[in-house]
């Protein structure tokens, strides 16, 4: 069965950091391209970063850029979103973080949840 | 960014009736390689989203086939020919042909 499991959601302070991970399993990871997406409380969708199979190429929203950093570890099939600098403010990042499949987000996790608040 | 505007917001669905959403992107979303990168997501209530359709019209596997997408350049469609109760929830149109990746703002169906 093809999945993806986050974990490493919580409560960080504002200005704090937190690193996500997304275990792949039942698929072939190092031959995908790997996004994490975001959707904030009762609010729509929006994709945060993606990288390529090897790790070459990195691409990021920017409201996240230079403090969102994705990578990946295709021998152990994970996934990971380094996030610093976390905002509590009109571009806040507290969110669902999701851990999705490729570039046409074919296969989605259960996602991880962050809430940044002091 | 392109921008992906959807319509309309709210949806009241009668059960056994037909259901309609727009999806208009604010240029082109043919790519260079000919394909059209529009997708269509589910998200029921408390779930995580789900493809439904992919490439404008391609249904991903075990999604029923009441679930249809048409469209071309940047009006798309996704129509569910008979809503059943299972389909209650927000529908995203999503466009991967440009960078940065977007979605629309979603449209709740709900049942009348």
């Known amino acids: 069965e093809v999945q993806l499991v986050e974990s490493g959601g919580g409560l960080v302070q504002p200005g704090g950091s937190l690193r996500l991970s997304c275990a792949a399993s039942?698929?072939?990871?190092?031959?995908?391209?790997m996004s994490w997406v975001r959707q904030a409380p009762g609010k729509g969708l929006e994709w945060v970063a993606n990288?390529?199979?090897?790790?070459?190429?990195?691409?990021?929203?920017d409201s996240v850029k230079g403090r969102f950093t994705i990578s990946r570890d295709n021998a152990k099939n994970l996934l990971w979103l380094q996030m610093n600098s976390l905002r509590a403010d009109d571009t806040a990042d507290t969110a669902v973080y999701y851990c999705?499949?490729?570039?046409?987000?074919?296969?989605w996790g259960q996602g991880t949840t962050v809430t940044v608040s002091s | 960014d392109v921008v992906m505007t959807q319509s309309p917001l709210s949806l009241p669905v009668t059960l056994g009736q037909p259901a309609s959403i727009s999806c208009r992107s604010s240029?082109?979303?043919?790519?260079?390689?000919?394909?059209?990168?529009l997708t269509w997501l589910q998200q029921r209530p408390g779930q995580s989203p789900r493809r439904l359709i992919y490439?404008?019209?391609n249904r991903e596997s075990g999604v029923p086939d009441r679930f249809s997408g048409s469209g071309s350049g940047t009006d798309f469609t996704l129509k569910i020919s008979r809503v059943e109760a299972e389909d209650v929830g927000v529908y995203y149109c999503?466009?991967?042909?440009?960078?940065?990746?977007?979605f629309g703002g979603g449209t709740n169906v709900e049942i009348k």
């Open positions: 999705v499949r490729g570039w046409g987000l074919d296969v």
């Open positions: 039942g698929f072939g990871f190092s031959g995908y391209w």
């Open positions: 990288i390529k199979q090897d790790g070459s190429e990195k691409y990021y929203v």
């Open positions: 240029q082109s979303l043919v790519s260079s390689d000919g394909n059209t990168y």
């Open positions: 490439k404008v019209s």
């Open positions: 999503m466009q991967s042909t440009h960078r940065p990746l977007t």
